[in-house]
């Protein structure tokens, strides 16, 4: 028991662990605590006997990129390779896209296991069949497919446990459900091996989560760029062989990642051209034809000489209007025969001006000729005639003329109008034209800056090269890595010795029976007789401390004669009253015992059996069960000398119960039974009562109240904590005084019992014989 000051100051008692209570909890729960131990051990070893052993292949490798490109001055296109090259890699090792191409590499579409009575193994390379799907229907996949072999060329099919039995033949297509597939023998094949196999076709989803679940990368330096690719699986060569293909496939499958941006880039800039090129070349057509139509390319010169043309025909038609005017005029003239017109300048053609000459000079003949002769003379009429032809062939030139003149003046008024219409036009051709060849400029230098790009992300494409090594390749191995069977075994010792800790915690907080002198003396109030061990000795007869004089129990009990000394020593006789909470907590044999070792000292003892209810023959010498005894002596039958039975021990005397009466309590309560002890008192140094339990009936008390010591009897491991305070109560209301507590039966410790000295040794194996001081 601790102290420690309170808030107030004052000391309070703080419970702590009871080391003896806790070496008995421990003592009397040892089978437990070595099933326990077994219990634990034993699920470790099954854990390891029945657990699949996992392996791990593993592999280490250097992560480096060579930038040859840099040389040639092509950095911007580098940066983004630099950056996080480990934690890229590692993720990009972990993509389902590099998990579908190392499953295109592996074949384990198709899983094979033979299935044991409690494991299940996997065959892989190791099958004496193989299957080929040709057609797998999609509720096929994933699902444990059972294989029976019958004979050397026959086998059955079995969907799960309860799916119908198809039969095929070795080498030939067979239809399962509405899956398709063959199934081929192996040159290990053994006809009727006892085995049970059965095929898992695998979905590509499954595989992949498999691979996912399974794969570890885990990085080794940041700063020397290595990582450690790992892989568990509960077959060794399988985690072997998928560690070697990733790492034989990474290398090339990094480079194609690596250059993919610059690929994309490269496709895109080539797209980009061939649209660019199409529409320059659409534009180049346009130039072309817009040259070929206008004759030039420069719309301002040819805006000027589209005016100067205008001018030109403009000029033209004033002229050719001039002359028509001047020819209509002849014509008029040679209309009213006047012929001074050629004394007018005239643009008329050089024949028709010689015609006009002849008729100007033929007709001044005629006239000359009508001076002379008369008019019907045939030199006058032959001139008049010569005159009239010419004249009238002169007009028919000029009126020939005349249409031709006005077809050119027509054709002029045609030419200036298309000039005219052409002149509307050309501004808007020209901003068209201007416009096109901004557009074609610009495409040209967007032509440009693509090519010149493009060849960058290809001199960059080709001048990055993945440098990876494998710096330790893929390991077979042979040593599983679960279950560690130290561990495991570690694991079921140390659980056993925590559950058994938290076993005898529990059982030490659940146990309310008395297992040391401490709780007794810190459960109550009261002196502390003496304490009793248990015995290894069985009960032979009466008196145990005459059959085995020198045992433990014996010392005991003379020690507690001895301890009788310090209880009212001016006393000359002593009324002792022996009692306890309940039967079978010893008081008896207390009784016996006690009385026997008083009168071996040579004093005069009596022992009064009080327990008129229940009757111990067993307990007690032979005459326990004659007629006479206390009840009849509290009835004044008899006299207490004719109940009297001597024991085997001298000056050792026994009073019985005598019959079991109806009122026990009642012939406590006359005066008879003071008179009785009064009597004792005088002719023995001892009176010792064996009363019934006061916790069951109130004689014991009554007894208790006339004694001159009362001795409260607990048994360890069997009396409860709340006797203690039972006996408290039953103390502090009938103000009791002269009352110590003996505890009984007490498991024998080497280190407080023993030492060689006594014939009781503590045993090193429990022995199940029945211990002397329990009844």
């Given at each position: 028991?601790?102290?420690?000051?309170?808030?107030?100051?004052?000391?309070?008692?703080?419970?702590?662990?009871?080391?003896?209570?806790?070496?008995?909890?421990?003592?009397?729960?040892?089978?437990?605590?070595?099933?326990?131990?077994?219990?634990?051990n034993?699920?470790?070893?099954?854990?390891?006997?029945?657990?699949?052993?996992?392996?791990?292949?593993?592999?280490?490798m250097?992560?480096d990129?060579?930038?040859?490109?840099?040389?040639?001055?092509?950095?911007?296109?580098?940066?983004?390779?630099?950056?996080?090259?480990?934690?890229?890699?590692?993720?990009?090792?972990?993509?389902?896209?590099?998990?579908?191409?190392?499953?295109?590499?592996?074949?384990?579409?198709?899983?094979?296991?033979?299935?044991?009575k409690?494991?299940?193994?996997?065959?892989?390379?190791?099958?004496?069949?193989?299957v080929?799907?040709?057609?797998?229907?999609?509720?096929?996949?994933?699902?444990?497919?059972f294989i029976?072999?019958?004979?050397?060329?026959?086998?059955?099919?079995?969907?799960?446990?309860?799916?119908?039995?198809?039969?095929?033949?070795?080498?030939?297509?067979v239809?399962?459900y509405?899956?398709?597939?063959?199934?081929?023998?192996?040159?290990?094949?053994?006809?009727?091996?006892?085995?049970?196999?059965?095929f898992?076709?695998?979905s590509?989803?499954?595989?992949?989560?498999?691979l996912?679940?399974?794969?570890?990368?885990?990085?080794?330096?940041?700063?020397?760029?290595?990582?450690?690719?790992?892989?568990?699986d509960?077959?060794?060569?399988?985690?072997?062989?998928?560690?070697?293909?990733?790492?034989?496939?990474?290398?090339?499958?990094?480079?194609?990642?690596?250059?993919?941006?610059?690929?994309?880039?490269?496709?895109?800039?080539?797209?980009?051209?061939?649209?660019?090129?199409?529409?320059m070349?659409?534009?180049?057509?346009?130039?072309?034809n817009?040259?070929?139509?206008?004759?030039?390319?420069?719309?301002?010169?040819?805006?000027k000489?589209?005016?100067?043309?205008?001018?030109?025909?403009?000029?033209?038609?004033?002229?050719?209007?001039?002359?028509?005017?001047?020819?209509?005029?002849?014509?008029?003239?040679?209309?009213?025969d006047?012929?001074?017109?050629?004394?007018?300048t005239?643009?008329?053609?050089?024949?028709?001006?010689?015609?006009?000459e002849?008729?100007?000079k033929?007709?001044?003949?005629r006239?000359?000729?009508?001076?002379?002769?008369?008019?019907?003379?045939?030199a006058?009429?032959?001139?008049?005639?010569?005159?009239?032809?010419?004249?009238?062939e002169?007009f028919?030139?000029?009126s020939?003329?005349?249409?031709?003149?006005?077809?050119?003046?027509?054709?002029?008024?045609?030419?200036?109008e298309?000039?005219?219409?052409?002149?509307?036009?050309?501004?808007?051709?020209?901003?068209?034209?201007?416009?096109?060849?901004?557009?074609?400029?610009?495409?040209?230098?967007?032509?440009?800056?693509?090519m010149?790009?493009?060849?960058?992300?290809?001199?960059a494409?080709?001048?990055?090269?993945?440098?990876?090594?494998?710096?330790?390749?893929?390991?077979?191995?042979?040593?599983?890595?679960?279950?560690?069977?130290i561990?495991?075994?570690?694991?079921?010792?140390?659980?056993?010795?925590?559950?058994?800790?938290?076993?005898?915690?529990?059982?030490?907080?659940l146990?309310?029976?008395?297992?040391?002198?401490?709780?007794?003396?810190?459960?109550?109030?009261?002196?502390?007789?003496?304490?009793?061990?248990?015995?290894?000795?069985?009960?032979?007869?009466?008196?145990?401390?005459i059959?085995?004089?020198?045992?433990?129990?014996s010392?005991?009990i003379?020690?507690?004669?001895?301890?009788?000394?310090?209880?009212?020593?001016?006393?000359?006789?002593?009324?002792?009253?022996?009692?306890?909470?309940?039967?079978?907590?010893?008081k008896?044999?207390?009784?016996?015992?006690?009385?026997?070792?008083?009168?071996?000292?040579?004093?005069?003892?009596?022992?009064v059996?009080?327990?008129?209810?229940?009757?111990?023959?067993?307990?007690?010498?032979?005459?326990?069960?004659?007629?006479?005894?206390?009840?009849?002596?509290?009835?004044?039958?008899?006299?207490?000398?004719?109940?009297?039975?001597?024991?085997?021990?001298?000056?050792?005397?026994?009073?019985?119960?005598?019959?079991?009466?109806?009122?026990?309590?009642?012939?406590?309560?006359n005066?008879e039974f003071?008179?009785?002890?009064?009597?004792?008192?005088?002719n023995?140094?001892y009176?010792?009562?064996?009363?019934?339990?006061?916790?069951?009936?109130?004689?014991?008390?009554?007894?208790?109240?006339?004694?001159?010591?009362?001795?409260?009897?607990?048994?360890?491991?069997?009396?409860h904590?709340?006797f203690?305070q039972?006996?408290?109560?039953?103390?502090?209301?009938?103000k009791?005084?002269?009352?110590?507590?003996?505890?009984?039966?007490?498991?024998?410790?080497?280190?407080?019992?023993?030492?060689?000295?006594?014939?009781?040794?503590?045993?090193?194996?429990?022995?199940w014989?029945?211990m002397?001081?329990?009844?």
């Amino acid at each position: 028991m601790l102290q420690k000051p309170n808030e107030t100051g004052t000391l309070t008692e703080v419970q702590s662990i009871d080391t003896e209570k806790l070496v008995a909890v421990f003592r009397k729960n040892l089978i437990w605590v070595i099933l326990i131990l077994i219990a634990t051990n034993l699920t470790a070893y099954l854990t390891i006997r029945y657990t699949k052993d996992l392996f791990e292949s593993e592999s280490e490798m250097k992560l480096d990129i060579k930038r040859d490109a840099t040389e040639l001055g092509i950095k911007t296109y580098m940066e983004d390779q630099n950056m996080n090259l480990v934690s890229g890699e590692i993720e990009q090792i972990k993509s389902k896209l590099f998990f579908n191409k190392v499953l295109d590499s592996l074949d384990i579409a198709v899983s094979y296991y033979s299935l044991g009575k409690v494991l299940t193994d996997e065959m892989y390379k190791r099958s004496s069949f193989e299957v080929k799907p040709t057609f797998i229907h999609a509720d096929q996949y994933d699902k444990p497919i059972f294989i029976e072999f019958k004979g050397s060329n026959e086998f059955s099919l079995r969907l799960d446990d309860s799916g119908p039995t198809t039969t095929g033949v070795f080498g030939q297509p067979v239809q399962l459900y509405q899956t398709s597939l063959t199934v081929f023998k192996k040159p290990n094949f053994i006809e009727n091996d006892g085995n049970n196999y059965f095929f898992v076709l695998n979905s590509r989803k499954s595989l992949i989560n498999y691979l996912s679940k399974n794969i570890q990368v885990d990085p080794l330096s940041f700063n020397a760029n290595t990582i450690r690719v790992s892989f568990r699986d509960h077959n060794a060569r399988k985690a072997f062989d998928i560690v070697n293909k990733i790492d034989s496939l990474y290398i090339n499958y990094s480079n194609q990642q690596k250059n993919l941006a610059n690929k994309q880039k490269i496709d895109w800039l080539n797209n980009e051209l061939v649209q660019v090129e199409k529409k320059m070349e659409g534009y180049e057509d346009y130039f072309e034809n817009f040259t070929l139509q206008n004759k030039s390319n420069d719309l301002t010169v040819d805006l000027k000489k589209t005016i100067a043309a205008i001018n030109v025909i403009d000029s033209q038609r004033y002229s050719l209007n001039k002359r028509l005017a001047d020819l209509n005029n002849h014509m008029d003239l040679l209309t009213t025969d006047d012929f001074s017109i050629g004394n007018r300048t005239s643009a008329l053609p050089a024949t028709i001006n010689q015609h006009l000459e002849e008729l100007i000079k033929k007709a001044r003949e005629r006239d000359k000729l009508a001076l002379a002769y008369n008019e019907n003379t045939f030199a006058f009429r032959q001139k008049e005639k010569e005159v009239s032809m010419l004249k009238d062939e002169l007009f028919n030139q000029l009126s020939n003329l005349k249409k031709e003149w006005l077809a050119d003046l027509v054709e002029l008024g045609k030419r200036k109008e298309k000039l005219e219409r052409a002149f509307a036009e050309m501004p808007d051709k020209n901003t068209q034209f201007s416009k096109n060849q901004r557009y074609y400029k610009l495409y040209e230098e967007f032509y440009l800056t693509m090519m010149q790009s493009k060849a960058e992300f290809e001199i960059a494409q080709a001048g990055s090269t993945p440098d990876f090594k494998i710096l330790s390749p893929a390991t077979l191995p042979t040593t599983p890595i679960s279950p560690s069977k130290i561990m495991v075994l570690g694991i079921g010792f140390v659980a056993g010795i925590i559950l058994n800790i938290f076993f005898i915690g529990l059982m030490y907080v659940l146990n309310n029976k008395i297992t040391s002198v401490k709780e007794v003396e810190r459960g109550i109030n009261l002196p502390m007789l003496g304490a009793i061990p248990a015995s290894n000795h069985t009960v032979e007869s009466l008196f145990h401390v005459i059959d085995n004089p020198k045992s433990i129990v014996s010392e005991a009990i003379r020690t507690l004669r001895t301890n009788l000394e310090f209880f009212n020593t001016s006393e000359k006789s002593k009324v002792i009253t022996i009692t306890s909470t309940i039967s079978g907590e010893g008081k008896s044999f207390l009784a016996m015992n006690l009385g026997g070792v008083l009168a071996l000292s040579r004093k005069r003892v009596v022992l009064v059996d009080l327990d008129m209810r229940k009757p111990k023959s067993e307990k007690y010498p032979t005459g326990n069960d004659s007629p006479v005894g206390m009840s009849t002596v509290l009835i004044k039958k008899n006299k207490w000398q004719e109940c009297v039975v001597k024991t085997s021990l001298e000056n050792f005397d026994f009073i019985p119960s005598g019959p079991h009466p109806p009122n026990p309590s009642e012939l406590l309560l006359n005066g008879e039974f003071s008179d009785f002890l009064e009597e004792l008192r005088a002719n023995y140094d001892y009176v010792v009562i064996d009363t019934p339990p006061v916790g069951l009936v109130t004689d014991g008390v009554m007894a208790m109240k006339r004694s001159d010591l009362s001795i409260y009897v607990f048994r360890a491991n069997y009396s409860h904590k709340d006797f203690l305070q039972n006996l408290a109560r039953v103390v502090t209301l009938n103000k009791l005084t002269h009352v110590a507590s003996v505890l009984n039966a007490i498991p024998l410790n080497g280190k407080y019992y023993g030492y060689g000295y006594y014939e009781d040794k503590t045993p090193r194996k429990r022995r199940w014989t029945k211990m002397v001081g329990l009844k």
